[in-house]
């Protein structure tokens, strides 16, 4: 299984940017899916998620009011919309998979794109 992150790049603040995250395989639709950050010199972050059945979703309290996070089961994708970017929201984005209880951790990543905001 392989997650492709893209859709990021350059915005001026207040900006808006649509990441995608496009999986290999349709097995993924069972499970719950997450978008993660990392910016220059600090830890990975946990942005939002969503649940396998696309009902419930989860969002920080940095973004929230201004990303959606969504999934289109028919192209095996999942969305974050990002509205409002500030420039501490610039990061490398990733978003994960299969989220492992016994670990604690996402099993499945993709590789991150770039977001950066100017201000």
């Known amino acids: 299984v392989q997650l492709q992150a893209s859709g990021g790049g350059l915005v001026q603040a207040g900006g808006s940017l649509r990441l995608s995250c496009a999986s290999s395989?349709?097995?993924?639709?069972?499970?719950?899916m997450a978008w993660f950050r990392q910016a220059p010199g600090r830890d990975r972050e946990f942005v939002a998620s969503?649940?396998?059945?696309?009902?419930?979703?989860y969002n920080s309290d940095s973004v929230k009011g201004r990303f959606t996070v969504s999934r289109d089961y028919a192209k095996n994708t999942m969305f974050l919309q990002m509205n409002t970017l500030k420039p501490e929201d610039t990061a490398v984005y990733y978003c994960?998979?299969?989220?492992?209880?016994?670990?604690?951790?996402?099993?499945?990543w993709g590789q991150g794109t770039q977001v950066t905001v100017s201000s």
């Open positions: 994960a998979s299969v989220y492992n209880y016994n670990t604690k951790k996402y099993d499945y």
């Open positions: 969503i649940t396998w059945t696309g009902r419930t979703t």
């Open positions: 395989s349709s097995t993924l639709s069972n499970y719950d």
